[in-house]
């Protein structure tokens, strides 16, 4: 094979990789669009817990603060510095500087659980920006039902050890979205449920009472709910 032969040959090869490659990101323009800059493995100290909503990449759908919706890109959030980071197709692991309102993850997050979860933010402000407010949308309807999901974190240095162990913790508190966006706490209780659901007090009463419920636990409250979102 003579010089220009194979100059011509080198050419046509980096002409069809290119493009493959901008077919693939036509195909998925997430990929353009989510502006990412690569994840470098902070290696300085060693993990306890874990500052992900879950550890392992999922399929989800993702909706940009302006409402485009991106399907099926491979995500997972790290909560504490709420960095989304997804999975390019060469694999390489990449942070999206992509304004995010919601993640829909739609694979398992466990062998025993199948059901989707939606990740999303309360306010105008990305979840993928700093110190945005995480919420687990539980139940939607006339009331949402919502877990704020926090991850804090603490380092500590064993006595002549030269290694920090940075210890992850994760805290969920329960809230409810209102008619009119605003964010409440979401007290048990029955004396709470029928002030917090004052519209429809005289209907919520009769089902707690029928149903037995002492109304002291969560998923008591939540079954409330349920029925006071049907009443619309």
């Known amino acids: 094979m003579n010089i220009r032969t194979l100059l011509l040959s080198t050419a046509l090869l980096v002409a069809g990789a290119a493009k493959a490659q901008l077919s693939e990101l036509g195909s998925n323009p997430f990929m353009s669009d989510a502006n990412g800059r690569p994840m470098y493995l902070q290696t300085n100290y060693r993990s306890e817990g874990s500052p992900f909503y879950h550890d392992a990449y999922f399929l989800a759908d993702l909706t940009s603060i302006q409402g485009k919706v991106y399907p099926k890109i491979k995500v997972k959030l790290n909560v504490q510095t709420n960095e989304l980071l997804y999975m390019a197709p060469d694999g390489t692991e990449m942070i999206a500087a992509l ?6 993850f739609l694979g398992l997050l466990n062998e025993n659980d199948n059901t989707e979860r939606i990740l999303e933010s309360a306010t105008a402000q990305p979840l993928n920006t700093p110190n945005a407010a995480v919420y687990e949308l539980v139940d939607s309807g006339h009331v949402s039902l919502l877990k704020l999901i926090r991850i804090t974190y603490s380092d500590n240095k064993e006595f002549n050890q030269s290694s920090i162990v940075r210890n992850f913790k994760r805290k969920e508190t329960w ?4 008619p009119d966006g605003t964010i409440t706490k979401f007290e048990t209780g029955k004396d709470a449920l029928l002030t917090t659901l004052k519209d429809k007090q005289k209907e919520v009463a009769d089902y707690i009472e029928k149903e037995g419920l002492k109304c002291r636990s969560v998923d008591d409250c939540h079954k409330v709910l349920t029925y006071y979102n049907s009443l619309f």
């Open 99 to 104: 304004p995010v309102r919601r993640i829909r």
């Open 175 to 178: 809230h409810l979205r209102m």
